[in-house]
């Protein structure tokens, strides 16, 4: 396996004729925001482009999206987005992306259903920009000088599809998420006769999902679950309650099905399950009667053992519907004894603990969480080691690369190709911001590494926030933060009176009057003894005073809170208010 880390230095400059420049700005080394920049003379588009969902290190914000820097310096020659399938981790972070560049977008019918809903809600306009595309077309992008094929592949969303690129250094094929499912619910079934074909005409490159690479043996089939998840209707004597991902519309027509059979009412709880299943409808992804919904307030119209419950939280959040439910705050519905809750997902990693806390309640209220009575209730959508050792040897590529994972996941792929023959050459490992030059000569190699990174999105402020920013709010979170102020005359210089100290989180309060006269004192004879030159200079000064606090701070508490120095001098207006 190859890998570099070394600078990409003509990165800014277009690539020269007969080069293809392919660059990860997201997704490589991490699971989430999956970016694929692909660059030549002529063309440059990006496949895929999503976001990563925060964890609790990075409070107050709601989404991180890639950093698009790569893309500056040839803004006026971005071709199109294509898409590989409707997760957010795939086309999430495409709000901010079109925002600043409303280029074409292609994918197939319900992955751009799911997009233009999310537009939406940012007011950008859908129409003009995107066009749907059916599974094995292939079309030109650009100039032409590129060529996409859509391959449909089975996942845990409908409508996914691998992405042939035919260019003049040969065909690309990046699988997007899959798995080879041979019974999938809606009976879409994997290429496997284009794939082999492309295969055997020649692939130059195979870029693959290593997410489960490490699980031994085959994906089990999303039909697996319909047995599961029958036992749990037939052994809960009140209300079913079942978390999904509301994308999951494959998992979704099962257990519609089954309340249709069972006879059994469906409520929906969560803004995205109710938009998702509206979509599908729409397109014809789900089938069942109108009349099988009811709206969660007519529950109590119904015996619990004739309610299905479908809702969003499978991860614990707190804004979800199933959160919203266990607090009681969707009328209608209420946890009570004899009804059962299914989490029909798998822990993502980092939600554990929200997700533990969110079984325990659902406990105290009477409803049994436990999975030790029933079938299998959750298949994943992401192949095992042997679907990945199956995809390399359909399609035979001259070079293999490894991608959507962890490093270590990466690397276990790129074993895997070793151990099916590839030679070590032929494997190049990627990580984020890695440059890989393909030439029309079949050769190819890892050039350097060029700009990448994190956006973090508040949304309550409606717009990127400085990591600088993340890294003060954590300060704050863990060791709060202490406001030394000074009253200075501008005329002598002096101290007006004694510095005011105010903390908020910091171990020792405010009000406590010995250590306040320590800090009181300690920012008075920085203030003091600083040099004239410190003094004019208000920055320097506050630095200084900064400095004199936390040694003070950090000797008597060791702790770290942030600490603001403010120096108002007595005319100073803002003090006066």
Partial sequence: MIRTTTPFETWQETPVPGELRLIPIGGLGEFGMNALVVHTAESLLLVDCGQLFPSDDQP?????????????????????VLLTHGHE??????????ERWPVPVYGTAF????LEGKLREFEI???????????????????????????PVTHSIPDSCAI???????????TGDFKLDASPVDGRLTGIARLKALGEAGVAMLLSDSTNVTRQGSAPSEAVCRGGLRDAFRKTPGKLVVATFSSNIHRLQTLLNLAYEEGRKVCLVGRSMERNITIARELKKLRMPDDLFIDCREAPLFKPKQILVLCTGTQGEALSGLSRMLRGEVKGLKIAEGDRLLLSSRAIPGNEVAISRLLDNAERQGAETTLEDLGPIHASGHGYREDSAEMIKMLQPRFMVP???????LKIHGRLAESLGWPQERVLLLDGGECLQVYEDGTAKIAGSVPVGKCFVDQGVSHMVDARVIHDRLIMQEDGIVVATLLVDPATGELVSEPAILSRGFVVLSDDEAYGDLLRGAVRKAYEEAPTEIRSNKELLVELLRQALRRVIRKTTETRPMVVPMVLESQDPSFRE
């Fill in 111 to 114: 992955t751009l259903g799911l």
């Fill in 403 to 409: 991608v959507h994972g962890t490093y270590r996941n």
């Fill in 125 to 151: 306009k859908a129409k003009g920009l995107l066009h749907v595309v059916s599974d094995f077309e292939r079309i030109p992008i650009g100039s032409g000088e590129i060529e996409a094929e859509w391959i």
């Fill in 164 to 174: 042939a690129l035919h260019t003049s250094q040969g065909v690309i094929v990046h």
């Fill in 89 to 98: 981790d795939h086309l999430g972070a495409l709000p901010y992306f079109l």
């Fill in 60 to 80: 107050g914000i709601d989404s991180i999206v890639p950093d698009f820097a790569y893309l500056e310096p040839f803004a006026d020659r971005i071709d199109a």
